[in-house]
């Protein structure tokens, strides 16, 4: 099993700000990362596929990098909506598409 | 436009056995493989199995394998989650997922509740 692991567990992070949040695979998973944004009460949001592709709708303001093991989700300047958790997934090792544990960004 | 609906939420008492509908529209049902994910209260998010609506053929995690049955009915475009001897850390939200890019669409979740 790949084993995702996500950091930090908590972002403090003021509105306008840039947020980096990092993700790492037990083992290479080539460019099959997404990353999810879940609000309180509400089903995970595809935000990126393939390391670095928005999904349709998704501002421009969110940004994703990286390969093999190391991953990396920006987010430009942080908007009121944006604070959240956020999920990567590893979609390379079908079928068991494997998620990180989360990071909670939160207002600073 | 594509929509995925689940059924609502459950109560079950341990060892018994729940069901969950996710019925989907709006796109070539035999043309995505399905996803069941679940997050515990306050926990992350959890891979449980997949299901190839075009010919039924499924796999799941090992942590599920001999508790889980996920089947599909392509007249209503619905595909099932069933899992079985319940126990209190089986409380959950149980969601399906459409697997394209990623998982590009989500049912609204299905809260699970086991209790005696």
């Known amino acids: 099993e790949i084993v995702m692991t996500q950091s930090p567990g908590t972002l403090s992070v003021s509105p306008g700000e840039r947020a980096t949040l990092s993700c790492r695979a037990s083992?290479?998973?080539?460019?099959?990362v997404a990353w999810y944004q879940q609000r309180p009460g509400q089903a995970p949001r595809l935000l990126i596929f393939g390391a670095s592709t928005r999904a349709t709708g998704v501002p421009a303001r969110f940004s994703g990098s990286g390969s093999g093991t190391e991953f990396t989700l920006t987010i430009s300047s942080l908007q009121s909506e944006d604070f959240a958790v956020y999920y990567c997934?590893?979609?390379?090792?079908?079928?068991?598409?494997?998620f990180g544990q989360g990071t909670k960004l939160e207002i600073k | 436009q594509v929509q995925v609906v689940q059924s609502g939420p459950e109560v079950k008492r341990p060892g018994a056995s729940v069901k969950v509908s996710c019925k989907t529209s709006?796109?070539?049902?035999?043309?995505?493989?399905m996803h069941w994910v679940r997050q515990a209260p306050g926990q992350g998010l959890e891979w449980m199995g997949l299901?190839?609506?075009?010919?039924?053929?499924?796999s799941s995690a090992q942590n599920f394998q001999d508790r889980i049955t996920m089947t599909r009915d392509t007249s209503t475009s619905t595909v099932y989650l069933e899992l079985s001897s319940l126990r209190s850390d089986d409380t959950a939200v149980y969601y399906c997922?459409?697997?394209?890019?990623?998982?590009?669409?989500w049912g609204q979740g299905t809260l699970v509740t086991v209790s005696s």
């Open positions: 709006g796109y070539t049902f035999t043309s995505y493989y």
């Open positions: 083992q290479s998973v080539s460019r099959n």
């Open positions: 299901i190839n609506p075009n010919g039924g053929v499924t």
């Open positions: 997922a459409r697997n394209f890019n990623g998982f590009d669409f």
């Open positions: 997934q590893q979609y390379n090792k079908w079928p068991a598409y494997s």
